[in-house]
């Protein structure tokens, strides 16, 4: 193969995904001979292009499956895409409009044929987009929650928790959303505060020339009053006990109740009751029997039942009924109020409640295990911190609505017989069987099916257990290998949505948590900290940052810095850190490649930097486990980036490579490529391109052959007595390097490194190494420190270079000083921190005998730092 001199992307990325997909490597079968890793995509809705948060998930999950898979593990990760119900049917009302055509003048049949061909056209869009990422995931296994035995198994948990009793049909408050004309669950409605008005308006009481006040920041509902209420203690309304009033505009006459309900100081002290339009206001039409007005038509204009401002937007009849109560005397006063005002998730319409027959599910049972797995880290959620906003939803979860009053989605399978009367059946066929057992007369075409779709919740909550047909067949050899699958990446938004209704699912079905984990990932927020949209134009096109950087480029790119559940502020700059280590990377190929092989030579000189790099290796791989345990996934990147660039670049590669124009010995070389391989492994889950096209460069490898299915490194032992020899190695290095630099000593300049210490060296065994990098001709111990020199104290050993020309005595006088000055404050604070009892007794044994090594080598250097001083008279 030709090399490059600058890594290109776009040439590797086609070339080797086309390989893996051809080649089979993302394909799994149940193997009874390894272990199962799998991992179901939080299926993204089907009208989806990928965005910066799926960017950070999916990656995610793939650096999980592929670092699976290179464990020999069977790893699986299954695609699909979810139907979304509300965003999709909304996409589809928007081209027919385009088209001239209106929803409500085509049939369901016809509307759902448009439905079918958008999804086929568009539906695939954002799986492909991931292509370009490097998902993994086995795509002979993509699934879409509408496929013909998904929506089987929805209809079959449908009958089945309607039989248990746990789905019932009522009339309740729900939330409507009047954009979407369709119900919402609880958790559907995000509340946001709103700087609203608070009208003040009076009502007269009949048969008196007197008022009572109420506060309200929805006035257009006064003309669905049906009650006043107030607290049986308040003794300011004492005297209206059996008495009525008479609802502004509309002279309706109603009762005044007096219930503890009521908060004596919260405004006026007085409520108006709109039993059909508040959830409280129903609570207290039930209790006493109220009437219940609906004022509002399902899109959001006014009914006939309002009597007045009939067919208009519920807003434009808010600013005419305040104009109309301020010409006819009732409105008191009005003041600025700010309050929580519900907003649909899909929509973002300002949610009515309202009374409708709907479909529910009663949770108070079957959430039980659900909530006690979670408790009890049966399922885990990482971070930890999430365990309390899953308690509080749990312990207060309320029924939970599931009809939707739309076409596209699962069609309820409930059937209304002309009677009134209906049968729950999984089909048309048992529908029409159940019928007959009630009316023998009764035939198909007199049958009505439910107009009503599921919550799309309803369908992604079997998940787990639909994409292997769990449901249909639970004991088929899919469902029973993989399940329960290991870990779920996703974002706390939707804990609550469909975490918590897939665990529900899982032992309601299965008998078992659906998962291991909860991964929880933050929301990608722009450098500012604002959440990416596109109104604010702030959320970049991930194709177009992929074609700029490199899919490796934007995969580290994302990871640098997005701990878990933690949000995590992307600057397009982390995408080119990504591109300059994958260029980094690349470069350190093209050094080794280019070296020539000498075999007469043997390379001793190489070999305690060898054992170096074998013991950082194992350290590193230690510490990157560790971090994959606790998914820190940041981490164990960055771990990886600093064994990469620092070590095995910057270190190792310095610490071997000949001289310029000099050969290498065959020895050293055949360890060092050794030594790439073993790092492009580690790199793979993150990098997987750049990974597989320096892997296959290094050696010659078999048709069969890919880094994908290469094993992972094995952990071994780490000689940190070396490992701090080299460190110590490193740091006198350094201080070279910088005393080059900041006395501009030219780089190519050999110098001689004089020491004084009264005890060994802490780089015994790498002088040469030393010398090597820090082009020194010898390494001299001393009794004293020459008249001209330069120097330097590290750990109590003192160092000199000695220079020719003579040293400005008072310009080191006040570098030593000030560095004297530095390490007492440092010794000050490690003494510090090593005083507090607390800290000694409850950090980790090793961490405190770092800081006691830190004093240590605080108090030999200031000891030094003060003789250097003192020799200076």
């Not at 020339?209 to 003309?223: F, G, H, K």
């Not at 973002?348 to 659900?370: G, I, Y």
């Not at 096109?541 to 700029?548: C, F, H, Q, T």
Request: proline fraction near 4%; hydrophobic fraction near 40%.
């Amino acid at each position: 193969m030709t090399l490059s001199t600058k890594y290109n992307p776009k040439e590797v990325e086609d070339k080797w995904y086309k390989d893996w997909m051809t080649k089979g490597y993302f394909k799994s079968s149940p193997n009874p001979d390894k272990e199962p890793y799998t991992i179901v995509i939080p299926p993204p809705n089907v009208t989806g292009v990928l965005h910066m948060g799926h960017m950070l998930n999916n990656t995610i999950q793939d650096v999980l499956i592929r670092k699976a898979r290179m464990q020999g593990k069977e790893a699986l990760w299954v695609p699909g895409t979810d139907h979304a119900s509300i965003a999709t049917e909304a996409k589809v009302v928007a081209m027919l409009k385009e088209k001239g055509i209106d929803k409500k003048d085509i049939s369901r049949e016809e509307f759902l044929t448009y439905a079918w061909e958008w999804k086929e056209k568009y539906g695939g869009i954002i799986l492909e987009q991931l292509k370009k990422l490097g998902a993994s995931c086995d795509w002979d296994r993509t699934r879409f929650t509408m496929d013909e035995d998904l929506s089987k198994s929805v209809n079959k948990v449908f009958v089945d928790l309607y039989n248990k009793g746990y789905i019932y049909r009522g009339i309740r408050m729900v939330n409507w959303d009047p954009q979407g004309k369709t119900a919402l669950a609880d958790d559907e409605v995000i509340h946001k505060e709103v700087n609203s008005k608070l009208y003040h308006v009076r009502y007269k009481i009949k048969g008196e020339d007197a008022y009572v006040t109420i506060a309200t920041t929805r006035p257009e509902t006064i003309l669905g009053d049906t009650a006043v209420c107030v607290n049986p203690n308040d003794e300011r309304y004492a005297h209206l006990k059996d008495k009525t009033v008479l609802v502004p505009l509309v002279n309706r006459e109603v009762p005044i109740i007096r219930d503890e309900y009521v908060a004596m100081d919260f405004g006026t002290g007085c409520l108006k009751v709109t039993p059909a339009h508040d959830i409280n206001d129903y609570e207290l039409g039930l209790k006493y029997n109220l009437e219940s007005i609906d004022i509002l038509n399902d899109d959001g204009t006014l009914s006939e039942a309002a009597q007045l401002y009939v067919g208009e937007d519920r807003f434009v009849v808010r600013k005419k009924i305040v104009k109309q109560l301020e010409e006819e005397g009732h409105l008191v006063k009005v003041e600025d109020y700010v309050n929580n005002v519900g907003f649909s998730e899909r929509t973002d319409a300002v949610v009515e409640p309202k009374l409708s027959t709907q479909w529910f599910v009663k949770m108070q049972d079957l959430t039980k295990q659900a909530y006690t797995s979670v408790m009890e880290d049966e399922v885990q959620l990482v971070p930890p911190k999430f365990k309390n906003m899953y308690r509080h939803w749990m312990e207060n979860v309320r029924d939970w609505c599931i009809s939707r009053q739309l076409w596209w989605g699962h069609q309820i399978p409930a059937w209304y017989l002309p009677s009134g009367e209906i049968v729950v059946a999984e089909t048309e066929e048992d529908a029409l069987k159940q019928a007959l057992a009630i009316d023998p007369n009764i035939s198909l075409e007199k049958l009505t099916r439910d107009e009503d779709v599921l919550d799309t919740w309803f369908s992604s909550g079997l998940w787990p257990i639909s994409v292997f047909n769990g449901i249909m067949e639970p004991d088929n050899e899919d469902i029973n290998y993989y399940y329960p699958t290991n870990d779920l990446i996703t974002a706390p938004e939707i804990l609550f949505f469909w975490v918590a209704r897939m665990i529900m699912f899982g032992y309601e079905y299965r008998g078992e948590r659906p998962f291991n984990n909860v991964y929880l990932t933050g929301i990608v927020r722009d450098k500012q900290g604002r959440k990416m949209s596109k109104s604010l134009g702030n959320s970049p096109d991930p194709i177009d940052l992929m074609g700029k950087y490199g899919a490796d480029g934007v995969r580290t790119g994302m990871l640098f810095s997005s701990p878990a559940g933690n949000d995590l502020l992307f600057d397009e700059k982390l995408c080119e850190q990504g591109r300059n280590f994958s260029n980094k990377i690349w470069n350190a190929f093209r050094l080794v490649h280019g070296w020539e092989i000498d075999n007469s030579l043997d390379g001793k000189q190489n070999q305690v930097s060898l054992n170096w790099f074998e013991a950082r290796f194992n350290a590193a791989i230690a510490e990157i486990e560790d971090h994959f345990s606790k998914f820190r996934i940041s981490d164990a990147l960055m771990t990886t980036y600093k064994l990469v660039w620092n070590d095995f670049c910057s270190w190792y590669l310095e610490m071997v490579k000949p001289a310029f124009g000099e050969p290498i010995d065959a020895h050293t070389h055949a360890v060092t490529v050794q030594y790439f391989e073993k790092v492009v492994k580690v790199l793979h889950p993150f990098m997987p391109f750049i990974s597989e096209e320096i892997w296959h460069r290094l050696a010659e490898r078999k048709e069969n052959e890919s880094l994908m299915v290469a094993e992972w490194p094995v952990l071994g032992s780490s000689d940190t007595i070396l490992l701090d020899k080299a460190e110590a190695a490193f740091e006198v290095i350094a201080q070279v390097r910088n005393l080059r630099n900041a006395k501009q000593i030219s780089p190519k300049e050999t110098l001689t490194l004089n020491y004084k210490s009264e005890a060994p060296l802490d780089f015994i065994g790498f002088e040469e190494v030393v010398g090597k990098l820090a082009n020194l001709s010898e390494l001299v111990a001393v009794d004293a420190k020459p008249d001209t020199a330069f120097g330097f104290v590290i750990k109590g050993h003192e160092y000199f270079v000695p220079v020719q020309g003579g040293v400005d005595v008072e310009k080191e006088r006040e570098a030593l000083l000030k560095e004297l000055d530095y390490t007492k404050g440092f010794m000050t604070s490690v003494s510090k921190k090593l005083s507090n009892d607390r800290f000694v007794n409850n950090a980790p044994e090793q961490v405190v005998a770092n800081e006691r090594r830190k004093l240590a080598d605080a108090e030999s250097k200031i000891k030094a730092l003060e003789e250097q001083l003192k020799a200076m008279g």
